[in-house]
């Protein structure tokens, strides 16, 4: 029994929903995360919704990657791959994974702001990942890491839908940003493990200069848009005395740290990465608790 839960926990990655907390980033820098509880209902019953629809992705990604997967010295162990979860049972569970999802949603309607707008943005979330996996995105190069930095992107908009907080701009560039960075290092990371010998067949198509250069310009790129966000009049106007700048460098900070991560580990997943170093943890704690104070 505990085999086949660890199994179905390696199938469905629930600690990847930590992803999944950008849908709660527009109520947190609206200021109403702790004034506005039928938003944040509403933001949670998106959280597991969404939730369930990655969950399925990665079921449906392993089920399509066991192949590959068994010629990988660690990928090879995963559920499918391994055989221990049949293909035809993962992809069932992906398919209920997906009905509760819309389960879970219509049953919310009533308490989310935008609920068509909602739904569609979930929809395509699960569309564009059916396409990256089974029509072959994931191996066309640069269409490969925009997929996966539009996922995030995603995320906060059905965050913005669910509770009516209009996002700003250059917020959502610099999650676009950070997305493309991170995306970057984890190739980065891979083919240098790896090297061109490796079995996922897009690292093969990039080169090793290009994912560290790429990987520098969107890190640049993500501190610009940040501080551009921290000085916008509409961000000035919500923190006390315009003090959101003061998070620059802070946000600076756990940037370098990240990176550091990526460049003195192999595993470049970002998950893996800012769950296992205490000190990112530690620092995204302090960020969260500075900005609120400044509210």
């Keep these: 029994m505990k085999t086949k839960i660890r199994d179905g926990a390696m199938l469905l990655r629930p600690w990847h929903a930590c992803k999944n907390i950008l849908i709660f980033l527009p109520l947190f820098f609206h200021g109403s995360i702790f004034s506005a509880p039928e938003k944040v209902s509403a933001a949670l019953l998106g959280f597991i919704a969404?939730?369930?629809?990655a969950s399925a992705v990665y079921a449906l990604n392993d089920c399509l990657d066991a192949p590959q997967d068994r010629l990988h010295p660690?990928?090879?162990?995963?559920?499918?791959?391994?055989g221990r979860i049949?293909?035809?049972a993962a992809l069932m569970l992906a398919l209920v994974l997906v009905m509760l999802a819309a389960g879970v949603l219509r049953v919310g309607k009533n308490r989310i702001e935008q609920f068509p707008q909602a739904a569609l943005t979930l929809a395509a979330y699960v569309l564009m990942n059916v396409a990256y996996t089974v029509f072959g995105l994931k191996h066309v190069p640069i269409v490969d890491v925009s997929i996966v930095a539009l996922g995030f992107v995603l995320r906060i908009l059905f965050g913005s839908f669910l509770?009516?907080?209009?996002?700003?701009?250059?917020l959502l560039l610099t999650?676009?940003?950070?997305?493309?960075?991170m995306s970057f290092g984890?190739?980065?990371?891979?083919?240098?493990?790896?090297?061109q010998n490796t079995v996922r067949r897009v690292l093969s198509l990039y080169t090793l200069d290009f994912l560290t250069q790429s990987a520098n310009m969107f890190l640049t790129l993500t501190i610009v848009f940040y501080a551009l966000w921290s000085v916008d009049a509409q961000t000035e106007m919500r923190y006390v005395q315009g003090r959101a700048v003061w998070s620059l460098p802070l946000v600076i900070l756990i940037l370098l740290v990240y990176?550091?991560?990526?460049?003195?580990?192999?595993?470049?997943?970002p998950v893996e990465i800012i769950l296992h170093d205490k000190w990112l943890v530690v620092l995204a704690c302090v960020y969260a608790a500075m900005m609120l104070m400044m509210m």
């Design 74 to 82: 660690r990928k090879k162990n995963r559920p499918v791959a391994s």
């Design 86 to 88: 049949s293909v035809r």
């Design 163 to 170: 509770t009516g907080i209009q996002v700003s701009s250059w």
């Design 186 to 195: 984890k190739r980065r990371n891979e083919l240098r493990v790896s090297g």
């Design 50 to 53: 969404f939730s369930m629809c």
């Design 259 to 269: 990176h550091y991560d990526i460049d003195t580990k192999p595993d470049g997943d």
């Design 175 to 181: 999650v676009m940003m950070a997305s493309y960075y």
